[in-house]
C-alpha cells in the first residue's frame, strides 16, 4: 500500500491557480454527469521512482534511479521529468479518482508524453482526499469540497449556454 502523506502527495505550488475544471460522465446509455477538478502535484520521491518501476519494466530507461551515481550516464535518462495529475470527481464515494497520473516528458525518451498510471485502492483515494483536503485548506484557503462545488457551478453554466445556444452543435 502507498503511504499517503505531505511527502508522497504535494500540491504544486499553483496547483489552484491552474487547476482544470470539467465534467465527466458515466454509462453510456444512461449518462450521469458530474464536476471533476483536476489538480497538478509535485514530483516526489516516492511518485517518482513508482513511475521509474513501471518505465524501466516497459523497456525505458528510469529518470531517477536510486543509485545515479553508479550509473553510466547511458543507462539513465536525466534531461526529463514527470507531470504528474490526481482527479477529484463529484461521482465516487471516495471523490479521488482510482489513479494518479504520470506523464513522461523527456525529448531524448520514445515514451515522451506517454501516461502511467499508478493505481490507487480505496483507502489510498481517501488517504488522497485528506491530504489534497489538509494542503488546499493551509496553503490555499480552500477544500476538495469548494473546487467540486466551483465545477458543478461551472458545469451548470455550460449546460445553460448550450440550452440558449442551440444553434451550435455540441
Known amino acids: 500500500m502507498l503511504e499517503i502523506n505531505k511527502n508522497t502527495i504535494m500540491l504544486e505550488s499553483d496547483a489552484v491557480n491552474y487547476c482544470h475544471f470539467g465534467s465527466d460522465q458515466a454509462n453510456v446509455n444512461f449518462s450521469v454527469c458530474f464536476p471533476t477538478v483536476t489538480l497538478g502535484l509535485e514530483s516526489t520521491i516516492v511518485l517518482d521512482r513508482i513511475i521509474d518501476a513501471m518505465r ?30 490526481v482527479g477529484l470527481n ?4 471516495t471523490m479521488v479518482d482510482t489513479c494518479i497520473e504520470a ?58 449556454y448550450k440550452a440558449k445556444h442551440k444553434e451550435f452543435v455540441w
Not at 90 to 93: E, L, Q, S
Open 56 to 85: 524501466v519494466e516497459a523497456g525505458h530507461k528510469p529518470m531517477f534511479p536510486d543509485n545515479w551515481k553508479e550509473l553510466d550516464p547511458k543507462d539513465w535518462d536525466d534531461n526529463g521529468w514527470y507531470n504528474f495529475w
Open 90 to 93: 463529484g461521482f465516487t464515494d
Open 103 to 160: 506523464v513522461v516528458q523527456s525529448e531524448d525518451a520514445e515514451d515522451n508524453e506517454q501516461s502511467y498510471y499508478i493505481d490507487l485502492t480505496e483507502a489510498e483515494q481517501i488517504a488522497v482526499y485528506n491530504e489534497l483536503n489538509r494542503q488546499l485548506k493551509e496553503r490555499f484557503n480552500t477544500s476538495c469540497d469548494e473546487l467540486l462545488e466551483e465545477a458543478r457551478q461551472e458545469m451548470i453554466r455550460l449546460e445553460e
